[in-house]
T-cell receptor, first 113, second 113 residues
Framework: NAGVMQNPRHLVRRRGQEARLRCSPM?????VYWYRQLPEEGLKFMVY????????ESGMPKERFSAEFPKEGPSILRIQQVVRGDSAAYFC???????????FGSGTRLTVV | GDSVTQMEGPVTLSEEAFLTINCTYT??????LFWYVQYPGEGLQLLLK?????DKGSNKGFEATYRKETTSFHLEKGSVQVSDSAVYFC????????????FGKGTKLSVKP
């Protein structure tokens, strides 16, 4: 009974490269959320997706960031042309439906050098 | 807008001491309230929750009561252990089309033997 699986756990990218973060929700969960945690900060909501749909992307930066949750396969958070300020821990969470508490993954720690 | 305010840390206690971590919220509606715990290098784990006023959430000796009149959800534990050392996050959640959690900044707890 695997929980929310995120990979990779650690990702190092040079400035200007692309970062792709993957999240497989818990079995039976169709709602996925992405959060970003900057050092010494709380988690900030980025985007909420259901299968093939973006429900709420109010927390996503307007440029370089995109997210998808295809019919088959994991959810992907994609950051193009990374900059040092993108260095953070990115957490994915899933839930069976809205109104339920989320289960979080262990996060991907992105370091931009 | 809606927000969550937590007491600033770090909080350092001796083993078996009484713990209180304050959390207050500002909300336009009637959210559910949550406490999450983050152990070093790991993702967030749901500690406890309350979905309506006067509900008390409890788990692993921790408890918190949803106080609508004071807009608070303070976390308490009667006797902390070294293993409770972690960062604790208070959060509110509406669900529905507002699918995301709104987190406080977190409070770091260190328990000394």
């Amino acid at each position: 009974n695997a929980g929310v699986m995120q990979n990779p756990r650690h990702l190092v990218r040079r400035r200007g490269q692309e970062a792709r973060l993957r999240c497989s929700p818990m079995k039976g969960h169709s709602h996925v959320y992405w959060y970003r945690q900057l050092p010494e900060e709380g988690l900030k909501f980025m985007v909420y997706l259901q299968k093939e749909n973006i429900i709420d992307e109010s927390g996503m930066p307007k440029e370089r960031f995109s997210a998808e949750f295809p019919k088959e396969g994991p959810s992907i958070l994609r950051i193009q042309q990374v900059v040092r300020g993108d260095s953070a821990a990115y957490f994915c969470a899933s839930s069976p439906a809205s109104g339920h508490g989320c289960t979080f993954g262990s996060g991907t720690r992105l370091t931009v050098v | 807008g809606d927000s969550v305010t937590q007491m600033e840390g770090p909080v350092t206690l001796s083993e078996e001491a009484f713990l209180t971590i304050n959390c207050t919220y500002t909300a336009t509606g009637y959210p559910s309230l949550f406490w999450y715990v983050q152990y070093p290098g790991e993702g967030l784990q749901l500690l406890l929750k309350a979905t309506k006023a006067d509900d008390k959430g409890s788990n692993k000796g921790f408890e918190a009561t949803y106080r609508k009149e004071t807009t608070s959800f303070h976390l308490e534990k009667g006797s902390v252990q070294v293993s409770d050392s972690a960062v604790y996050f208070c959060a509110l959640y509406y669900g529905g089309s507002q699918g995301n959690l709104i987190f406080g900044k977190g409070t770091k707890l260190s328990v000394k033997p």
